[in-house]
């Protein structure tokens, strides 16, 4: 398994060509993505709520504030060959001013992609408690729009991502870390 505590250097040109792209989506359409994102993150609290009622062993997080995810504008770069994918998620601040975060992983999967997109992040905490950890996603890509959940190492709700930009179609999984910038 590969230790995700440093950026792949594949990612480097495509976090540099995220730095110059302008989002081209409608005010509407974006708020149909950004509705899109809290809905799905809904669905996903209710499937996880009802797998950890059956859970007892202790979560590292604290329970998530119910109605009050966080909510950070986002750039997802992802690539790979095949069966494998790599991702790279980068979370800012002041409207993509300042950026506050990465999430770096790798997994497998099926279909064709590489994607750049940006869009938003909905987060049940806040993204300086995520840093240093280690997590799960699953994504999935349909022409134009990508869709990333994150959970936690011990099944913690993390959030979801909803975007626009550059994406074909597929579905993948992995794990990996989130760090400072």
Do not use: C
């Not at 209710?46 to 109605?67: D, M």
């Not at 690539?79 to 300042?98: C, H, I, P, Q, R």
């Not at 993204?127 to 999935?140: G, P, Q, S, V, Y």
């Amino acid at each position: 398994m590969t230790d995700y505590d440093e950026s792949p250097k594949e990612f480097e040109s495509i976090i540099a060509e995220l730095k110059g792209y302008s989002d081209s989506r409608s005010p509407e359409l974006i708020e149909a993505h950004e509705l899109l994102a809290r809905e799905n993150l809904k669905l996903m609290e209710l499937r996880a709520e009802e797998f950890s009622s059956k859970r007892t062993e202790f979560e590292a997080l604290p329970p998530p504030q119910a109605g009050s995810p966080y909510k950070y504008k986002t750039d997802v770069a992802t690539t790979g060959v095949l069966f494998g994918v790599a991702v790279a998620m980068e979370f800012y601040s002041d409207n993509y001013k300042t950026r506050i975060a990465q999430f770096i992983g790798g997994g497998g999967g099926i279909g064709s992609y590489t994607s750049i997109s940006r869009g938003t992040s909905f987060l049940n905490y806040p993204i300086e408690t995520l840093l240093d950890w280690k997590a799960r996603f699953e994504m999935n890509f349909v022409p134009l729009t990508v869709n990333v959940n994150l959970w936690g190492m011990h099944k913690e709700r993390i959030g979801s991502f909803i975007g626009g930009g550059l994406s074909s179609a597929g579905v993948f999984g992995g794990k990996g870390k989130f760090h400072r910038p």
